[in-house]
């Protein structure tokens, strides 16, 4: 039997709530295991011989409460997902229930993977690169902690969401929202707009802009060239 609006409305305020929940409970886990965590996060500057230091009397503890808050957000994003997926399902098939949640898991793996890569790859290898380049220029290598912390979180968080960009592209190919003939005429637009958002998310240098940007180039060729395979099979050949 059919839901009514009152009954869908509760079913989502009840797993609003569940979200809300689990959020909290990750945020006292966090609590607990703050100082371990602001370590680990100050692990790639300290190893590449930068001093992070406060400059305003609450510079740490309004940091330490922002990374926490970003880190409970992360570990609540499957739960999330899950919901909202086992919201919609009822309004598809069984079929569709199964490559939903599918598609749902694919999305929270490529997050997980575009965090730890832009935390145990991409960082150290921007603050090491960062440190030499100031150490010709003979200055001081020191950041703010409340800087250093957004800049991390900022980074990390955006080149998770950018390894969406595979499924994204793939599922666009795979529904016909794309094709061929469009891909030629928006492929430039894109690259532009990819070079423009990692502007936007990164401090104003050449270096830090090209670690994101082509990491996203990469990423979008890949699900270009999947889902054009893809379309290909589903079209028999005619894409």
Same mark, same amino acid.
């Given at each position: 039997?059919?839901?009514?609006?009152?009954?869908?409305?509760?079913?989502?305020?009840?797993?609003?709530?569940?979200?809300?929940? *689990?959020?909290?409970?990750?945020?006292?886990?966090?609590?607990?295991?703050?100082?371990?965590?602001?370590?680990?996060?100050?692990?790639?500057?300290?190893?590449?011989?930068?001093? $992070?230091? =406060?400059? =305003?009397?609450?510079?740490?503890?309004? =940091?330490?409460?922002? $990374?926490?808050?970003?880190? =409970?957000?992360?570990? +609540?994003?499957?739960?999330?997902?899950?919901?909202? %997926?086992?919201?919609?399902?009822?309004?598809?098939?069984?079929? @569709? +229930?199964?490559? *939903? #949640?599918?598609?749902?898991?694919?999305?929270?793996?490529?997050?997980?993977?575009?965090? $730890?890569?832009?935390?145990?790859?991409?960082?150290?290898?921007?603050?090491?690169?960062?440190?030499?380049?100031?150490?010709?220029? @003979?200055?001081?290598?020191?950041?703010?902690?409340?800087?250093?912390? @957004?800049?991390?979180?900022?980074?990390?968080?955006?080149?998770? +969401?950018?390894?969406?960009?595979?499924?994204? $592209?793939?599922?666009?190919? #795979?529904?016909?929202? %794309? @094709?061929?003939?469009?891909? #030629?005429?928006? #492929?430039?637009?894109?690259?532009?707009?990819?070079?423009?958002?990692?502007? *936007? %998310?990164?401090?104003?240098?050449?270096?830090?802009? *090209?670690?994101?940007?082509?990491?996203?180039?990469?990423?979008?060729?890949?699900?270009?060239?999947?889902?054009?395979? %893809?379309?290909?099979?589903?079209?028999?050949?005619?894409?």
């Amino acid at each position: 039997m059919d839901k009514d609006y009152g009954e869908h409305l509760t079913e989502a305020k009840n797993r609003a709530i569940l979200c809300l929940i *689990l959020f909290f409970l990750a945020f006292i886990g966090c609590c607990t295991l703050a100082k371990g965590l602001f370590d680990r996060i100050l692990e790639p500057a300290r190893e590449a011989g930068f001093e $992070v230091i =406060s400059v =305003s009397p609450g510079d740490a503890l309004m =940091s330490d409460i922002g $990374v926490i808050l970003a880190i =409970s957000l992360i570990i +609540t994003l499957p739960c999330f997902f899950i919901q909202v %997926i086992e919201f919609i399902s009822p309004a598809v098939t069984g079929y @569709n +229930t199964a490559k *939903l #949640r599918f598609f749902g898991l694919v999305m929270v793996i490529m997050f997980y993977v575009g965090v $730890v890569f832009a935390f145990f790859v991409m960082l150290p290898f921007f603050f090491c690169f960062m440190a030499e380049f100031g150490a010709e220029l @003979n200055v001081s290598r020191s950041f703010s902690v409340s800087e250093y912390m @957004n800049f991390v979180l900022t980074f990390s968080v955006c080149l998770g +969401t950018a390894f969406e960009t595979p499924l994204a $592209v793939t599922l666009m190919w #795979r529904f016909g929202v %794309i @094709n061929k003939g469009r891909m #030629r005429k928006i #492929r430039g637009l894109i690259y532009v707009l990819i070079f423009v958002g990692a502007a *936007l %998310i990164t401090p104003p240098d050449v270096v830090s802009q *090209l670690m994101v940007a082509l990491p996203m180039l990469a990423l979008f060729e890949a699900g270009n060239l999947t889902g054009r395979r %893809i379309a290909k099979v589903k079209n028999g050949g005619n894409i």
